[in-house]
Structures are given as C-alpha cells and as structure tokens.
C-alpha cells in the first residue's frame, strides 16, 4: 500500500479500493507462490494505459467549452477492456482508477470474458440542452474512437450518461468509423441494445439480496427497505423490490430524500420515472406530489429499516451512518453503487454479522448483461426480454455461490466481501500467469 500510494498521489478512493481488496487477498496468497513470485496483485493494480485527452466544443451561446477526456483500459487478461463511462464535474483519474480496478473483479464474477476498464469527462450533461450534449459527445467520441472496438475495448454508460449520450456517442463512433458493431452497450432496443439492459444493475441486485437473505431461509417478500439515489439503479431496485413484495421507504438525489411511509406503490414508482427521466426534476417534488416527508440535506440511513440498498454514490454511507442502521433493526446492506460505504462501515457491518454484499458482487448484474448485449451484437440476434432476465438472474446465483466458496473466515462467518474479492481475484490471476508477464 505504501508502493501503491507513493505512485498515486493524492488518489485516495483509488488507495480505498486497493486497500480493500488488498485485505482479503494478501493473505489468501500467503501459501500461493506462484502469484507472490508474478507479482500478480501489484500488476492489477497498475492500469494497462491510460488515455487522457481534451474535448473541445461549442455551447448553445455559440462560446468554446473545454472538458478533459480519460479512458482507463485496466486490465484486459480475461477480456476486452469493458466499463462504463462517467459524465460528472467530479469526475478525475483517480475515481476512474478506482472504478477501472473494481470493475476488473466484477466482470471476472460474472464468469463472462470482460476485462476491466472505466472511463468519462468532468462535463456536466445537468441542464445542458440536447444539441449541447451531442456537440459534447461528438466531440468526446472524435477522439475515443482510435482506442476502443468491439474486440478491444467496449465502454457503456454510468452516472451522466444514459440512453440519449449512448445514442450520441454510438452515432459518430459509426459515421468515424463506417462500421455498425456493439462497440457500446447500453444501446437503444432499436439498434443493438438488449433487453432488460437498463433494469440490469438494479434487478441484479435484489436478486442478490434475494440469494443472501435465502441463505437464511428469508426472503424480502414484506421487508422494509431504504434505497438511497433516484437515477437507474435505484429506480430499477425499486421496481423489483416493489414487484416481490418489499416496502420501500425512501429515494434520494443530491438536495436531500423523501420518507414515504405508506410505501412507494407502482404509481408512484411510474410518476418518479416521469420525473427524473423525462421532466429530469428533483426528488423533492415526490413530496409534494403524494404529501410524504422530504428532509433536506441528509441521507436516508436514519430511517428504521430491514434492508438498506445505497445506489448513489462512493463513499455515501459512513460509520456513524452504519451505526444508526443497526440500531434501527437493519440486518441487510447490498451495494448498488460502486464503494457507496467507507472502510469503517464495512468494518461495522461484519463485526455485527450484518449481511453485507458489496458493490463488486451486488451491483455487476449491469455488466452482465451489457456483456449479454456483446454477446447478442457479435451473433446478430436479439434474445427476448423473458432469456435475458433469466440469464441475469442465474449470473446472480452463481456470483453469490462463488463470495460463498471463498468467503469462509476461520471462525465459520461468511465475508462476502472476502468471496467477492477472492473470487474475482482467482480467474485474473490465472489468465494473466498463462499469459506470462505482459
């Protein structure tokens, strides 16, 4: 850790990650010399390239705008470089080094043949107009396209970049290029795109949970569940907890969240997806719309719950937040952001025997089925959305079989941190030493 940081400066989710990951597998090594002797673990965490690159356009004012460009191809053993990219002024190469490296051992759960990369811009699509957006994305993609195909390098969406950037994006790589390939997924339905893309991440990870709490002969069929965000993840975890049978209290944005006591039912469930997809409003106006609570500035994890879901964003749910959880009869915290709780939270979690899956295993039925979507792309075919959901939800059991084969602790607990972390670790380890030291 003190090599990886010396190298990386000022990188601290970067560190975070590492550092997590290095936890489980240091000792998991101890008796492996072939990979101490390769020096596996400190080659993974060295990005493959990294591509930086500035992105100049014009605003609707007709003035220049410039935006920095990155593309992080991480690691690329088990496959082409695949993650998504990122449209968000907080955006930089540390948190995309983070994300490139987590995404190395979510795609290698999945057991699909997908690398790791991660990728994005410091823009912010938030009240830009469409033509703004395409001008951005045009000129975004002019030079992404030289390091990116179907069969090196295939990124997707993430925060900022949904449907309407894909679209963008996808249009000039084919007009550069004069080649329709699935060199992007995420795609719409109508040119490449699979079905049950969008709902991925957030039916994922309910199916998750689903598996863990029936480890426990439980099911969420009645669950009180706090969800944290409103963008695709939560709004799809939502609709899934809601058609099993679960009671979810809570959304968020970035201004605050609301507290639905009653539950949030299929219509209102229909008027957020209006609202944060179409009229791209706050959460706050759910509250004035069905006359529930909207507490300003803060978090959802006060709010009593059984289950907590945090689909927001890194680092959002910390020690005091997981304390206040426990204390409030939570028993169960799935990741569906991307390291949504701190080193501490964690911690907390494990020591109270809390179920706690984290982002890499929870949350990596997205990438699973935009590696679906290559899958379908390169046989030219499209599978119905009955085949789609059923292959995500056997990708979800087996992920959840594999964190329990190796995340066993010696006092008889399962770490699925651990599991998910060791389990994704192996299958890299393996290629990148049969593939000798490149």
Not at 36 to 46: D, F, G, S, V
Not at 69 to 74: A, D, H, I, K, S
């Amino acid at each position: 850790m003190t090599r990886i940081i010396d190298r990386n400066p000022g990188e601290n989710e970067f560190h975070q990650a590492v550092h997590e990951v290095a936890e489980n597998i240091i000792p998991f090594i101890q008796d492996k010399p072939q990979y101490q002797k390769a020096k596996i673990l400190e080659r993974i965490a060295e990005p493959e390239r990294v591509i930086i690159f500035r992105v100049p356009w014009m605003n609707d004012q007709g003035e220049v705008e410039i935006n920095r460009g990155y593309r992080v191809q991480m690691n690329s053993a088990i496959g082409p470089y695949k993650g998504g990219l990122r449209f968000h002024p907080s955006v930089n190469l540390g948190t995309l080094k983070f994300l490139a490296f987590e995404q190395i051992f979510k795609n290698s759960l999945t057991q699909l043949p997908m690398g790791g990369g991660k990728g994005g811009s410091d823009f912010d699509p938030k009240g830009r107009s469409d033509r703004e957006v395409m001008f951005f994305c045009q000129s975004f993609m002019t030079e992404l396209f030289r390091h990116i195909s179907s069969d090196n390098d295939v990124p997707a969406g993430d925060i900022g970049v949904g449907a309407r950037e894909i679209g963008f994006l996808f249009g000039q790589y084919k007009r550069l290029k004069n080649e329709f390939t699935g060199v992007l997924t995420g795609k719409g339905a109508s040119y490449g795109g699979s079905l049950i893309r969008p709902e991925a991440t957030g039916y994922g990870v309910v199916y998750f949970v689903e598996q863990m709490l029936k480890q426990h002969r439980d099911s969420i069929k009645g669950k009180r569940v706090v969800i944290s965000g409103s963008g695709n993840v939560a709004q799809y975890t939502l609709e899934k907890c809601i058609e099993l049978g679960a009671k979810v209290l809570t959304l968020s944005d970035s201004s605050g969240y609301i507290y639905d006591e009653k539950g949030i039912d299929a219509e209102k469930f229909a008027y957020i997806m209006h609202l944060k997809n179409e009229t791209r409003g706050r959460i706050s106006a759910y509250a004035d719309r069905f006359g529930c609570e909207f507490i300003a500035g803060k978090t959802p994890w006060e709010v009593p719950c059984d289950i907590a879901l945090p689909n927001a964003t890194q680092n959002e749910l910390n020690g005091d937040d997981a304390r206040m959880l426990i204390k409030n009869g939570c028993m169960c915290v799935a990741e569906g952001a991307n390291m949504p709780c701190t080193p501490e939270a964690i911690s907390i979690f494990e020591d109270n025997d809390i179920l706690y899956a984290p982002g890499k295993a929870a949350n990596a039925g997205g990438v699973a089925v935009s590696g679906l979507e290559m899958s379908q792309n390169s046989l030219r075919l499209s599978w119905s959305r009955e085949e789609v959901d059923k292959k995500l939800q056997d990708i979800m059991f087996n992920i959840h079989s594999t964190c329990l084969r190796y995340g066993h602790k010696p006092d008889g607990r399962i770490s699925y941190m651990q599991g998910a972390n060791i389990g994704g670790f192996v299958r890299v380890a393996d290629a990148m030493l049969a593939q000798g030291l490149v």
